[in-house]
C-alpha cells in the first residue's frame, strides 16, 4: 500500500496492484461525507461544525474550483444580482441579518432592501463556512476536496457507504448527503447536430455575446434564468440583438417591492381548510391577495404568508390535487413567487416596448442546423398550424429538469440504475422521508444516504430557495447529530 494522501483523521490509499484507491476512516470518529459544497452543502457543513461535540470529520466533496458557488453564486463575467433582498438572504435564521452585516462590512451603504451582487453572496458562504470551521472543537475537523463523486456504493462487511471519485479516492462514510444542487435543464426537442451547434447554449450563464443588433437569438423559457440571458445579451459590445423568448404560457415573472412581513390571523386555518380541492385553495389565494390590497397592502403579503404553509399545503393535497397545480396552476404560482428585482424587471419592460424583446406563448416542435444558423419550428399557444424562424443563438433557459429518469448526472444516474434512489411519481425530484433519509427502489429509507437540496419539492414543494433551504439544512444538521450521539452513547 502507497500512501498518496492523509487527511485528517482519514488515511486514503492507493494499492499498488489494483491502483484503485482505497479510504479507511478512524474506527472512533464519524465521518459525513457532503457531496456538492453550493449553498445547500455549504450551509450544513457550517451547521454541523457549529453544533458538533463528538469526533467528527466532515468531508466536502466539490467539482467546481470553489466553496460555497454552485450555479447560483458562482463568479459570472456579468453581475447578476440576487432576487431577493439582502435583509432576507441570512444563511442563519438565528441572525437574519447576518448576510447585511457582512455586505456592510466591504460596502457601509448597503441596506438590506438592496439587491446585491450574487456573487458577494458566494463570498459570504465562504466565509460562514470559514468562521464555523475555525469556531469548531478540536476533534471536528472539516476538509474539502476538488473532485466528482461518481458513484456511491454501501459496503457489504460495514453499515458505511464508499464514495466513489473521479479523482481515484475511495471516501468511506458512516453518512453521505446529497447536496448536488438543481438538476441540468432538459434538452429542448432538437436533432443531435445541434446540441453540439457553436450556436445553441445549454448554460444560460455562459453565452456568445457577440452577436450584431440585426441577428436573432431565440431563448427557450421565460423565467428567472431567461432573464439572466437577457441581461448577458445585452453586455455585448456590439449592440443587443434580436431577442424572442418562448414559453408555455409566455409569463413573466413578477416584480419585487419592498413591503412588510404580514402578520396575518386566522387565515392559516382558513386555508388548510381548503386543501381539499384546488380550485377552492386557488379562490382562496386570490381572495387573500386581494383583502390585502383592498387594505392598501401589496399581494406580495400573501405569497410571503403561504410560502410558510406551503409544505403542509402540499402534504394536504390529494395526489389528484397536485396533478392539476402541476398542470393548470404552476406557471401563474411561479411568477408570482420567483420574483425578479425591479430593476431587472423594468429592463426587461423596456426591451419589449422597444420591440428588442419579444416574448410568445407556444412551444418549440423542432430544431436543426442550418449551416451557422439554427431552423426553429414552433408553434404558437392555441394556434394549429407552425412557424418557422432561423436564428443565430438558441439559448436553452428551461429550467431545471427534475425527471430523474432522465438525469445526464453521472452520480444520480449510477445512484437511480444500482436502486438506492428513487424518483417522485409526479418527476419533481427524488424521493425522501420526514428525515431527508433518501427512498430506495425497495420503498425503504436508506439509513445513511440523504439529501439536502431543491429536489426536496417533491416532498415539501417550497425548497428551491435560501429560507427554506437554510432551514432544511438546519434540521438536517441537528438530525445528525443526535443520530450520532444516540450510536456514540449506545
Ligand atoms: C441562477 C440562480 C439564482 C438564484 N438566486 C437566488 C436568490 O437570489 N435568492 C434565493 O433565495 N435563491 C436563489 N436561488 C435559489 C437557490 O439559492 C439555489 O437553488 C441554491 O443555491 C441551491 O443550492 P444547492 O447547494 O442545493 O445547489 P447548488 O448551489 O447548485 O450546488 C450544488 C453543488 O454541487 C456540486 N456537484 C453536483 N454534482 C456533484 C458531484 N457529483 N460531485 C461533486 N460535486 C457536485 C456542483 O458543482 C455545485 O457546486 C437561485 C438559483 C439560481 C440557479
Given at each position: 500500500m502507497l500512501v498518496t494522501q492523509q487527511l485528517s483523521g482519514l488515511i486514503v490509499m492507493q494499492s499498488q496492484v489494483t491502483s484503485t484507491a482505497r479510504a479507511v476512516s478512524a474506527p472512533s470518529s464519524h465521518t459525513i461525507v457532503i457531496v456538492g459544497a453550493g449553498f445547500s452543502g455549504t450551509v450544513l457543513a457550517s451547521r454541523l461544525l457549529r453544533t458538533v461535540t463528538t469526533p467528527t470529520q466532515i468531508i466536502l466533496v466539490e467539482q467546481g474550483s470553489e466553496i460555497g458557488r454552485g450555479i447560483a453564486y458562482a463568479k459570472r463575467d456579468y453581475p447578476y444580482l440576487l432576487n431577493v433582498p439582502a435583509s432576507r438572504m441570512s444563511a442563519d435564521a438565528r441572525d437574519p441579518l447576518q448576510f447585511v452585516r457582512f455586505a456592510k462590512r466591504r460596502d457601509p451603504a448597503v441596506e438590506g432592501e438592496h439587491f446585491l451582487p450574487r456573487e458577494v453572496y458566494g463570498d459570504y458562504l465562504a466565509a460562514c463556512l470559514l468562521s464555523a470551521k475555525r469556531g469548531a472543537p478540536s476533534c471536528v475537523s472539516m476538509r474539502s476536496i476538488t473532485a466528482q463523486a461518481l458513484r456511491i456504493t454501501p459496503r457489504r462487511d460495514s453499515k458505511q457507504l464508499c464514495v466513489e471519485l473521479s479523482n481515484g479516492i475511495d471516501l468511506l462514510a458512516d453518512d453521505v448527503v446529497l447536496a448536488t444542487g438543481n438538476p441540468l435543464p432538459a434538452n429542448l426537442?432538437?436533432?443531435?447536430?445541434?446540441?453540439?451547434?457553436?450556436?445553441?447554449?445549454?448554460?444560460?450563464?455562459?453565452?456568445?455575446?457577440?452577436?450584431?443588433?440585426w441577428q436573432k437569438v431565440l431563448i427557450v423559457g421565460t423565467g428567472l434564468s431567461m432573464a439572466d440571458a437577457v441581461m448577458q445579451m445585452q453586455s455585448g459590445v456590439h449592440g443587443v440583438p434580436q431577442l424572442q423568448a418562448i414559453s408555455r404560457h409566455g409569463l413573466l415573472p413578477l416584480p419585487q417591492t419592498v413591503f412588510r412581513t404580514p402578520v396575518l390571523r386566522g387565515v392559516d386555518t382558513l386555508l388548510l381548510s381548503e386543501t381539499y380541492s384546488l380550485r377552492k385553495l386557488t379562490r382562496a389565494v386570490i381572495s387573500l391577495a386581494r383583502a390585502i390590497e383592498d387594505a392598501?397592502?401589496?399581494?406580495?403579503e400573501a405569497i410571503v404568508f403561504l410560502r410558510a404553509l406551503t409544505p403542509t399545503i402540499w402534504s394536504a393535497l390529494a395526489a389528484s390535487e397536485r396533478r392539476r397545480f402541476l398542470r393548470h396552476v404552476q406557471p401563474y404560482w411561479d411568477i408570482h413567487r420567483h420574483r425578479l428585482p425591479a430593476c431587472v424587471a423594468e429592463n426587461l419592460a423596456k426591451l419589449r416596448h422597444n420591440g428588442k424583446l419579444r416574448v410568445n406563448a407556444g412551444r418549440i416542435e423542432s430544431m436543426q442546423a442550418a449551416g451557422d444558423q439554427i431552423k426553429v419550428v414552433w408553434r404558437a399557444r392555441g394556434e394549429t398550424t407552425s412557424q418557422t424562424c432561423t436564428v443565430d443563438g438558441v439559448i436553452?433557459?428551461?429550467?431545471?429538469?427534475?425527471r430523474l429518469s432522465e438525469t445526464r448526472d453521472v452520480l444520480l444516474r449510477s445512484l437511480v440504475e444500482s436502486r438506492l434512489i428513487t424518483a417522485d411519481p409526479r418527476s419533481l425530484g427524488l424521493r425522501t422521508d420526514g428525515h431527508y433519509a433518501v427512498i430506495d427502489a425497495n420503498n425503504q429509507s436508506q439509513p445513511h444516504l440523504f439529501y439536502l437540496g431543491p429536489m426536496l419539492r417533491a416532498e415539501h414543494w417550497e425548497a428551491t430557495a435560501v429560507p427554506e433551504l437554510r432551514d432544511h439544512a438546519e434540521r438536517l444538521a441537528t438530525l445528525l447529530v443526535e443520530r450520532h450521539l444516540r450510536w456514540a452513547t449506545q
Open positions: 426537442p432538437c436533432d443531435a447536430s445541434v446540441h453540439c451547434h457553436p450556436a445553441y447554449f445549454d448554460n444560460p450563464w455562459s453565452l456568445n455575446t457577440d452577436y450584431s443588433p392598501g397592502d401589496d399581494w406580495r436553452n433557459a428551461t429550467g431545471p429538469d427534475y
